[in-house]
């Protein structure tokens, strides 16, 4: 059964609109739990536009399933997650114009070396890690090079073809959606272990989950736009029903 992990940083960004104490994403993190969600995932951005130091440490605290912690590969981050130990360290690309994380880490860039430290200062403290790349071979096996057990597949291509409204959208995320099938093959392949997330939905999350290999997906932005009408509990189990549907 693939396991759900909600990202609930636009709790946080809600909050941090108006400066308030409200709403709190660690309550938010318990009711996603309380739902039957498997883990929950924050994104410490350097420059805490929406999650704060204080709710990661509090989630360390109160989240039972698992607490993933996306960050830059900077050594100020590494330092934070050696802190406050989080089950899994996803690392993310971090671009301070961007509104959300676009695109994966490039393994194979001038970033580099910064990954491989980052990595490596992890991996001595015996912190889980993953590293969130694009469905491309060459990330794959850069990725098995640099000895990380999980990936986490970057889907916004695909989703992003399957908001389109142009006339060949199908197509395209036809084809972004094998992309993904054959990375996530690959990946198993070379003995990873495949989370995916980016842009998924309740319209277009099937497709990914019944995607042989693929272990893990991580939602936020649709589940919380959802529990805007609905709530969040029911936010949680309407996904959890679709990837039911699909196991």
Not at 38 to 52: A, F, K, N, P, Y
Not at 178 to 199: D, K, N, Q
Not at 223 to 230: I, K, N, P
């Amino acid at each position: 059964m693939i396991t759900l992990h909600v990202n609930i940083d636009h709790v946080a960004t809600l909050r941090q609109a108006r400066g308030t104490r409200y709403p709190d994403p660690v309550w938010a993190a318990s009711l996603c739990e309380l739902a039957g969600a498997d883990g929950i995932t924050v994104h410490l951005r350097e420059d805490r536009r929406h999650i704060q130091e204080r709710d990661v440490e509090l989630l360390r605290k109160t989240v039972r399933g698992t607490l993933n912690l996306e960050m830059a590969a900077t050594s100020a981050m590494v330092e934070i997650a050696r802190q406050l130990r989080p089950d899994i360290v996803t690392l993310v690309p971090e671009r301070r114009e961007e509104r959300t994380t676009e695109g994966g880490l490039d393994l194979l860039g001038g970033e580099l070396r910064q990954i491989e430290a980052a990595i490596s200062a992890l991996q001595a403290e015996r912190i889980p890690i993953s590293v969130f790349i694009a469905p491309e071979s060459a990330q794959l096996r850069a990725a098995e090079k640099l000895k990380v057990p999980r990936i986490e597949l970057h889907t916004g291509a695909y989703c992003d073809a399957t908001l389109s409204l142009g006339h060949d959208h199908l197509e395209r995320a036809d084809a972004e959606l094998e992309r993904l099938a054959h990375a996530a093959e690959e990946a198993v392949g070379l003995g990873l272990h495949v989370a995916a997330g980016h842009g998924l939905d309740y319209n277009n999350v099937r497709a990914v989950a019944a995607i042989p290999g693929v272990e893990e997906l991580n939602i936020g932005h649709a589940l919380v736009s959802r529990a805007v009408l609905v709530g969040l509990d029911r936010a949680v189990r309407d996904m959890l029903a679709i990837l039911h549907e699909v196991a």
